[in-house]
């Protein structure tokens, strides 16, 4: 098939939130720490009647009610998720209970883990998997999703927490920009442990260098293919600087969609992204006002000079209000959502960019997870994305999301901790803080076999 990508998205979120405001009083943290320091409203969260199977059964059993598709039509299924609840059965083996009534069981995938970038790896796997010559026909559905959980003991906020993003393929762009390393920045060696081991600042900068390892890759192969597609013409298709890269930049995207642990490191990110343009072409004129001697730091001074950061944060502020922040609707509201958060990020363009204006759009997506993996990619919006809309009803299902009192967010967390991976286990939070129409774990026997119902 010619056109690869996405037909149809849902998304799911815990019923309750904290505001991050009462957050930083709640904490005893100075005024702004939360919400302006690390630019977060609010967070979701999930008690112990809910789990990475829950979530999953949810919303894919949404996007099949709510698009209307027949189960016997999906002949891949991936997830990309780091909430390992069992070292060997995957989720997506819990997902096939949702196709037994239709006798479909030749379902290909499994699922993808390292960090916030499973999902990515579960994308590019559906999308792969329907260009290649293994495609049977039928449409893949992608789940990513996650609870999200920081131990009470970090620096910065306490917890947050969790969910997930599916979708089906069409319309993704081949070329990705790739860059991975062994970095040991955030990672869960305590197997017992819902935690993540964190070393902050260097999860900060590896954000950063993956970003320049990324979009470099991308802007390089884009470069050499319109240079072969123009046979060997000179490929500075802009006429703007000798560095081929130049011949993509942010200028080519209308709405770039970033992983987002939490709003500030977007913001952080969308400037890097610019501070790449102008290292490839320093002549524009938006960048008149850039220091020339940024042009001298050796690489690794640019990862953490703040001068750097300052001065692009500056000149993209308005630029990032105006294509970025339709894209952090969800993230807003419910805080870091590892796996999903990149596809929040599309699913939240998709809700708040009108239909006309969205038809013919180009959107780039920064996937990042630590580790590290991290990929730079773009899609164009090919059709009408009414229905998606109108189906999702992302935004007043987001405004629904209850703000409750800090105390209920701890209590949450503490029955999680307490009782992560306890068998025989009968969850103790209420139903009533479950979704309507959601499934919820309802126990788990003595064998550590899991059984769900719907709220
Ligand atoms: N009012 C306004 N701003 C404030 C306030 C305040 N009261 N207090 C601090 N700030 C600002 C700081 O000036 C700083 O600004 P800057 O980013 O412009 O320099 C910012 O808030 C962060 O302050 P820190 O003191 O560095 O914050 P903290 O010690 O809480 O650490 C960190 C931040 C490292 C991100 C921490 O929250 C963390 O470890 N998070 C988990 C890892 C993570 O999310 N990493 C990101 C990429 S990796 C991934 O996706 C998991």
Redesign the pocket.
Known sequence: PKDVGILAMDMYFPKRCISEEDL?VFDG??????????GQSYMAFADDREDINSIALTVVSSLLKRYNIDPKSIGRLEVGTETIIDKSKSVKTVLMDLFESSGNHDIEGLDSKN??YGSTAALFNAVNWIESRSWDGRNAIVFSGDIAV?AEA????RRRRCLRAPHRSRRAHPIHGTYMANVY??YKPKLASEY?V????L??S??ITAIDGAYSAYRAKIAAASKALSKGANGDAKGKTSDPKAVFSLDDVDYPVY????G??VQ?GHARMLFNDYLSAPHKPEFASVPAEFLDLPYAATLSD?AV??TF?GITKADYAKRVGPSMRCAARCG?M?TA?LYGGLTSVVSVVEPKELLGKRISMYA???GCASSFFTLRVKGDTSAIREKMDLLSRLEAVKVVPCEEFVAGLKLREENHNAAPYTPVGSVENVWPGAYYLESIDSMNRRKYAIA
């Open positions: 930083e943290v100075p005024k702004g720490k939360y919400t302006i320091g690390l960090a916030c920081y970090r620096p910065a906020r920045d955030f993540p964190v070393d902050g600042p999860s900060i590896t954000y992983h987002s642990p939490y500030k490191q952080k703040k950061e300052k944060m870091n590892y958060s990042y997870g630590s």
